[in-house]
Nanobody
């Protein structure tokens, strides 16, 4: 079972990137999926979460209005569209699955997530 994050890279401030998180080995169609990030010397923080049905989303305060999370359960893939990127968005971005299937509501605590992928580096230059 693996979650493979991809799409990171180097981009100038104001630019955009689209991250993908592909699941292999099992389906997570009944699990909320989350994107988290961790910058050097900082704690892991929530970026965005999408409910298992795709009907509910939650964003970290620092990315609201700039990032959009979506999912395609047929492709077992979750996306993170990142717009208007800022240097402070620089971090390793991870995707993970809510450990509780069919959860009512959304949890933002990373400790409630499992199956962490290896992460993808996003670097935003000023």
């Amino acid at each position: 079972v693996q979650l493979q994050a991809s799409g990171g890279g180097l981009v100038q401030a104001g630019g955009s990137l689209r991250l993908s998180c592909a699941a292999s080995g099992r389906t997570f169609s009944n699990n909320a999926m989350g994107w988290f990030r961790q910058a050097p010397g900082k704690e892991r923080e929530i970026v965005a979460v999408i409910g298992w049905s795709g009907g509910r989303t939650h964003y970290g305060d620092s990315v609201k209005g700039r990032f959009i999370i979506s999912r395609d359960n047929a492709k077992s893939t979750v996306y993170l569209q990142m717009n208007s990127l800022k240097p402070e968005d620089t971090a390793v971005y991870y995707c993970a699955a809510d450990r509780a299937p069919l959860r009512i509501g959304i949890v933002s605590n990373f400790k409630e997530y499992d199956y962490w992928g290896q992460g993808t580096q996003v670097t935003v230059s000023s």
